[in-house]
């Protein structure tokens, strides 16, 4: 099914007639299937869906670690290689990944060190004026996000919400024009949850980048997105999209709200019913 | 504080005063602070004394098996300056030995990481050449350079060049896939993710070698010194001339500067691990 939205321009992200299979002959497994995906400049996706259908294929498609085995994936009009070839990207995998040897500081700016010539292989893809690539004060970022105590200390001295925290200031300050996230809250517990959802939504209200979230969480895809993409497996494809037509920001006072609500039960129903298609 | 009161007040649980870190590393305050307390030096020095009181009646019984201590301490400080020279020529071979096989095993330990082509040319043979009995090698080699330094530099660098080369193969290649996957999309370079990523993550499995390393690498030397007979000095010459013509004092003389001398390396190796490597748990 089309999981497509209304754009005008180039559209930040864009998959046509997706298929990656792994392995060969009768074990082969069918990751991926006839999936089509737009996504304008500047909206924040989820990918929902139960295990096996594919959402974190296509992220890593996405983030071109992947490479499809048939049709076609476009960022900003460019393959995901040369997209991360302009540091256009930025991954959020599901543990924080930093480096225990560096500071929480310089952990998020190694990456300015990495890969300089990026900023004019960025300047060369289309509709580069529209969006703002001066690198921000890293410093600032991570005050913002709550680690101004955190600066110095390596990631071993951190509770694990800090070092997720860290992961996302890291991937932000790429000024990434496509922020691809990996379940990066599966490991922590509701509390830091919630903070942390509170403070990646501040964040992208600043930065505006396109995300794309994968999650296995309903509340999380409803509270978080614009679109909510619900996944099926067998073979991995996209049945739904739904628009999340809730006024941001998004705070406490939305799970309060019998909308927010009917988001999540139509969500959830929808999900259902793709699992029940597939047991069918 | 007098030494009575700090065994009356000082249990071994007992933390330190509050003013107490201050004066020493803030990472490390126990473990330097402990050595005061006798609980934790007094049993090595009751055993050394019973050691050495063994040993004296060893020598009385047995003469010509154990020289007495006295004379062993009397050789010592009567030709320091004969054990001196000696010991820096063994450690000298020993480190530049040490130097060559860490150069060697770096480089082709970063090839191998690199190049899935080098490792499968080269892991085979490293592995046969790390079975084969380096001893059994050291008279062929003087055979071939000879008495000079060069048989012993080789023979000293092929001692410690497995184990860093391991070590330091397994660290490059051990760095977490999701880290690899973030530094990806950046596209990073394979040189920027060796610097930055791979090489700094190896360290502690580097240091893990050096440890080992550094005490073979007096080894070494000395098995090349004894192998190569008639070589103009080290420790290892000096042991095997003076066994020879039976003067025990002076072997047993010179076996004790190569033990301190493989304690001095050790203690300079973990003092630079502490600093290089104050981020991992190992230091702690």
Redesign the interface.
């Known amino acids: 099914m089309d999981g497509s939205v209304k754009v005008t321009g180039t559209p930040a992200l864009e998959l046509r007639s997706v298929r990656r299979v792994y392995g060969f002959g009768p074990a082969a497994t069918t990751a991926l299937d006839g999936v089509h995906l737009t996504v304008p400049s500047g909206r924040f996706v989820s990918l929902i869906g139960p295990s096996g259908c594919g959402k974190s294929t296509l992220l890593r498609l996405v983030?071109?670690?992947e490479q499809p085995d048939l049709g076609e994936v476009l960022v900003h009009g460019v393959t995901p290689?040369e997209a991360?070839?302009a540091?256009m990207?930025?991954?959020v995998?599901?543990?924080p990944?930093l480096?225990?040897?560096l500071s929480v500081l310089r952990n998020v700016t190694?990456?300015q060190?990495?890969?300089r010539g990026?900023g004019k292989r960025r300047e060369r893809i289309a509709d580069f004026t529209e969006r703002q690539t001066a690198v921000p004060d890293m410093k600032e970022l991570l005050v913002k996000a709550g680690l101004g105590d955190a600066l110095h200390k390596?990631p071993?001295q951190l509770s694990g919400g800090m070092r997720q925290r860290a992961a996302i200031v890291?991937a932000f300050g790429?000024r990434p024009d496509v922020l691809?996230m990996d379940e990066p809250f599966s490991a922590l517990d509701e509390f830091t949850r919630e903070s942390l959802q509170d403070q990646l939504l501040d964040l992208w209200e600043e930065l505006r980048t396109t995300v794309l979230f994968v999650t296995h969480s309903v509340s999380e895809a409803v509270r978080l997105s614009d679109t909510v993409v619900v996944m099926a497996p067998n073979p991995g494809r996209i049945v739904e999209s739904i628009d999340v037509d809730l006024p941001r920001p998004r705070g406490e006072r939305l799970f309060g709200e019998r909308r927010f609500h009917e988001y999540e039960d139509l969500v959830r129903e929808r999900l259902r019913r793709a699992w029940h298609s597939e047991a069918a | 504080m007098t030494v009575a009161d700090e065994r009356t007040t000082a249990p071994v649980t007992k933390t330190p005063p509050p003013v107490e870190p201050s004066r020493f590393s803030l990472k490390h305050p126990r473990s330097r602070i402990a050595w005061i307390r006798p609980a934790v030096w007094l049993p090595l020095v009751v055993m050394l004394v019973l050691l050495g009181g063994l040993w004296h009646w060893g020598a009385g019984q047995l003469p010509y098996l154990l020289p007495p201590l006295s004379d062993v301490g009397g050789s010592l400080s009567d030709e320091l300056g004969y054990y001196v020279h000696n010991a820096l020529v063994t450690l000298g071979e020993a480190t530049a030995g040490l130097g060559m096989g860490f150069v060697g095993a770096f480089v082709l330990a970063v090839l191998t990481s690199e190049l899935p082509l080098v490792r499968r040319a080269v892991m085979p043979i490293a592995v046969v050449l790390n079975v084969t009995p380096l001893v059994a090698i050291a008279p062929a080699l003087v055979v071939a350079f000879g008495f000079g330094p060069m048989p012993k530099l080789i023979i000293t660098g092929l001692i410690c060049f497995f184990p860093i080369l391991i070590n330091t193969a397994t660290g490059l290649r051990s760095v977490p896939q999701q880290v690899l996957q973030v530094y990806r999309t950046m596209d990073a370079s394979r040189v920027e993710l060796l610097w930055h990523v791979r090489v700094p993550n190896a360290l502690p499995y580097l240091f893990a070698a050096l440890r080992i390393v550094f005490p073979l690498s007096i080894i070494g030397a000395v098995v090349a010194e004894m192998s190569a007979s008639g070589s103009t000095g080290g420790l290892g010459t000096a042991i095997s001339v003076a066994s020879s013509m039976n003067q025990l004092p002076v072997v047993y003389a010179s076996i004790l500067v190569l033990a301190v001398m493989g304690v001095l390396l050790l203690l300079a190796v973990t003092v630079v691990e502490r600093h290089v490597l104050h981020w991992h748990d190992s230091t702690d």
């Open positions: 983030a071109g670690l290689a991360c070839a540091k990207i930025g991954l995998p599901q543990s990944a480096l225990p040897w190694l990456p060190k990495i890969n990026a390596l071993a890291r790429l691809v």
